[in-house]
């Protein structure tokens, strides 16, 4: 089991250190920002998903008033990408791979250990909205299969067992308690590419 870097946010959460979703005042600083690059809505989308941890119907309203599109063209780019929530997630997004390799280097059963250990389903948030559980496709990197990635660090392979105290420690304390207790399981740090998931199993 190694560890390496990616990235992430959480359901009816309302953050504090986020603008609220009727709050229009940062989406229209984004917009102002990205003014000259017309046409290009990814990028606009990937700054409020930064600011707001989704994209709250709202903001994409007026997005879509801003750049004169129909509401249903914003929604279209906004619903295609993986990277775009329509829900606030959690503080911390929880991705086990279920690409093919993965799969059967049992990513079902470190689901359900994960699953388990936050008291959530795949897809759901914690009560506290400080992690949310997905399921992703194949992250890119087979040869740490089962790959599961806490937030912006990436572990595996993992085992149901050491999934879940990977959880453990970073629920107690955070990124670093993670990586250490990934140390603890006798196993060395791992770099690998931005595991940001993909698209949805
Ligand atoms: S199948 Fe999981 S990283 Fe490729």
Do not use: W
């Not at 986020?18 to 990814?42: M, S």
């Not at 619903?79 to 791979?97: R, S, V």
């Amino acid at each position: 089991m190694g560890a390496a870097n990616t990235d992430n946010h959480g359901d009816d959460h309302v953050c504090t250190c986020r603008p609220q979703p009727d709050d229009l005042r940062p989406t229209r600083e984004i917009l102002e920002r990205y003014a000259d690059q017309a046409g290009g809505l990814v990028p606009v989308l990937q700054e409020i998903m930064r600011t707001y941890g989704h994209l709250p119907r709202p903001v994409l309203e007026e997005v879509a008033r801003a750049r004169n599109l129909p509401l249903s063209e914003v929604y279209g780019v906004a619903t295609f990408y993986a990277q775009f929530k329509l829900q606030p997630t959690g503080d911390t997004t929880i991705k086990i791979c279920h690409g093919t390799a993965c799969h059967v280097a049992d990513a079902p059963e470190v689901t359900v250990a994960v699953s388990e250990e936050l008291g959530v389903r795949v897809g759901g948030t914690t009560d506290d909205h400080k992690y949310t559980l997905e399921s992703v496709s194949c992250l890119g990197c087979c040869g740490l299969a089962p790959v599961m990635v806490i937030g912006e660090q990436t572990f595996g392979p993992v085992s149901p067992k050491q999934a879940r105290l990977l959880v453990a420690a970073h629920r107690g304390g955070g990124p670093a308690a993670a990586e250490a207790a990934a140390g603890r399981e006798g196993t060395g740090e791992t770099t690998t590419d931005d595991a940001e998931g993909e698209g949805s199993a």
